[in-house]
C-alpha cells in the first residue's frame, strides 16, 4: 500500500516562507517511482506544476512562475520531499498536492505521477 503525505502547510503573509514536507511510504512506490513532484490548485483553476525533483539524480524542474522564489530537495534515506517557499504572493494561494510518477520524460505533466497525497492548504494574504 502505498502513502504520500504532504504537510506544513498555512497561512503566511505576503514576503513570508513556508516549508511544506512529503513523506513516502509503500513497498510498490519505493521501488517504481524515480520522480517526485508539487502541483498546485487555486479555487476556480485547475491544478497546475510547480516543482519536481529526481529521487537519484537530484535533477529539479521549476514552473516559471515560482523559479528563484521556490527550492525543491529531497532526503532519500526518510523517502522525504520538501519545498521550500519564499518571497510568498497572494496569487500563490493553493491546495498543494504532491506526487510521486515511475519515468522522469516528463517531470512537469500530471500523467507522469501515479501516487498522489491529499494536499495541503497555503494561503497567503496580501
Known amino acids: 500500500q502505498v502513502h504520500v503525505v504532504e504537510s506544513g502547510g498555512g497561512s503566511v503573509q505576503a514576503g513570508g516562507s513556508l516549508r511544506l514536507s512529503c513523506g513516502a511510504s509503500?513497498?510498490?512506490?519505493?521501488?517504481?517511482?524515480?520522480?517526485m513532484g508539487w502541483f498546485r490548485q487555486a479555487p476556480g483553476k485547475e491544478r497546475e506544476f510547480v516543482a519536481a525533483i529526481g529521487w537519484s539524480t537530484g535533477s529539479t524542474y521549476y514552473a516559471d512562475s515560482v523559479k528563484g522564489r521556490f527550492t525543491i530537495s529531497r532526503d532519500n534515506a526518510k523517502n522525504t520531499v520538501y519545498l521550500q517557499m519564499n518571497s510568498l504572493k497572494p496569487e500563490d494561494t493553493a491546495v498543494y498536492y504532491c506526487?510521486?510518477?515511475?519515468?522522469?520524460?516528463?517531470?512537469?505533466?500530471?500523467?507522469?505521477?501515479?501516487?498522489w497525497g491529499q494536499g495541503t492548504q497555503v494561503t497567503v494574504s496580501s
Open positions: 509503500g513497498r510498490t512506490f519505493i521501488l517504481s517511482s524515480n520522480i
Open positions: 506526487a510521486g510518477g515511475s519515468s522522469r520524460l516528463a517531470p512537469k505533466a500530471e500523467a507522469t505521477y501515479a501516487y
